[in-house]
């Protein structure tokens, strides 16, 4: 069963830091996402996109954040200067549509120290 | 605002006891109803889905939730849980009103003894 793959699975840098995280979906879907987990707290959504463009994100995805599809395979999130506040679970996600099923990756834990 | 909650943080029972885990939503319209569960050291799985039809779904690992609209419920259920269902549950909705970005309940820890 095709499944969603990040890499890596623990990263660990320092404040300030650029930050890139790879996530390859799963083949034949068009919608991606990345969500975040901090410790404790609810998983929340970031951003999603389609058609190579970003279609909607959150507050919390200010401009030290982007993401791209840089190959028809890989999806990634990039942190520009990684404050510590971004520690965090990352998981990316992948749909057929916006309104179908997400199916999720095993997440990249980032600490920032 | 619109949002999800689960009424239990964390759940703890023996196996063979009866699970149900609360979860309501505060979207209108047309919404799509999920449970998705985080065994430990693994990624959120797909539990079950509501996106329409008869409102009792099953799921995998003998896992059921029913959505009861007058109510913006969908609580899960197993009637028999096994030392292998301790997880974390989460619920989550997306709706037509938020876009169907995809919007998570604080999850809820649950712990079979064996």
């Known amino acids: 069963e095709p499944e969603v793959t990040q890499t890596p699975s623990h990263q660990v840098t320092q404040m300030g830091q650029e930050v890139i995280l790879r996530c390859v979906p799963i083949?034949?879907?068009?919608?991606f996402y990345w969500y975040r987990q901090i410790l404790g707290q609810k998983v929340e959504f970031l951003v999603s996109f389609y058609n190579n463009e970003i279609s909607e994100k959150s507050e919390i995805f200010d401009d030290q954040f982007s993401v791209e599809r840089p190959d028809g395979s890989n999806f990634t999130l990039k942190i520009r200067s990684t404050k510590l506040e971004d520690s965090a679970m990352y998981f990316c996600?992948?749909?057929?549509?916006?309104?179908?099923?997400?199916?999720f990756g095993p997440g990249t834990r980032l600490t920032v120290l | 605002a619109q949002s999800v909650s689960q009424h239990n943080h964390h759940v703890i029972l023996s196996e063979a006891a009866s699970l149900e885990l609360g979860c309501n939503y505060s979207?209108?319209?047309?919404?799509?109803l999920f449970w998705y569960v985080q065994y430990p050291g693994q990624h959120l799985q797909l539990l079950l889905k509501?996106?329409?039809?008869?409102?009792l779904v099953k799921g995998i690992k003998g896992f059921e939730a029913e959505f009861i609209k007058s109510k913006f419920s969908f609580n899960l259920r197993k009637p028999s849980v096994q030392w292998s269902d301790t997880a974390e549950y989460f619920c989550a909705v997306n709706a037509a009103s938020n876009d169907y970005k995809l919007s998570f309940g604080a999850g809820t820890t649950v712990t079979v003894r064996a």
């Open positions: 979207y209108g319209g047309t919404v799509n």
């Open positions: 996600a992948s749909s057929t549509t916006e309104a179908d099923t997400q199916y």
């Open positions: 083949s034949n879907h068009l919608y």
């Open positions: 509501y996106f329409s039809g008869d409102p």
